[in-house]
């Protein structure tokens, strides 16, 4: 059964950071391609960026940067490292992942950013 779990997400006043983080199981995880999402109240959900298997990293524009995709892949983790957050920063952020032509996702975590 693949699972993916994410932390890490809270409360932050404009210009703080977070890290998010996204333990994968029941994955090769070394294989897949991994994403953090968000969807914000009443949006569709958007890509924020990605890491490839071999470490190639693609960023939303609003998040370039300022954000930064990582893996471990010994810990079978990736993590979202956020700085400078605004409030359209404001959202549920899903971890994904791309394994065999599957899409798989996590919860999500609330991050929310405001004053």
């Known amino acids: 059964q693949v699972q993916l779990v994410e932390s890490g997400g809270g409360w932050v006043q404009p210009g703080g950071a977070l890290r998010l983080s996204c333990a994968g199981s029941g994955i090769n995880f070394n294989s897949a391609a991994m994403g953090w999402y968000r969807q914000a109240p009443q949006k569709q959900r958007e890509l924020v960026a990605v890491?490839?298997?071999?470490?190639?990293?693609n960023y939303a524009d609003s998040v370039k940067g300022r954000f930064t995709i990582s893996r471990d892949k010994a810990k079978k983790t990736v993590f979202l490292q956020m700085n400078s957050l605004k409030p359209e920063d404001t959202a549920v952020y899903y971890c994904?992942?791309?394994?065999?032509?599957?899409?798989?996702w996590g919860q999500g975590t609330q991050v929310t950013v405001s004053s």
């Open positions: 890491i490839s298997t071999g470490g190639s990293t």
């Open positions: 994904n992942a791309l394994w065999l032509t599957k899409n798989y």
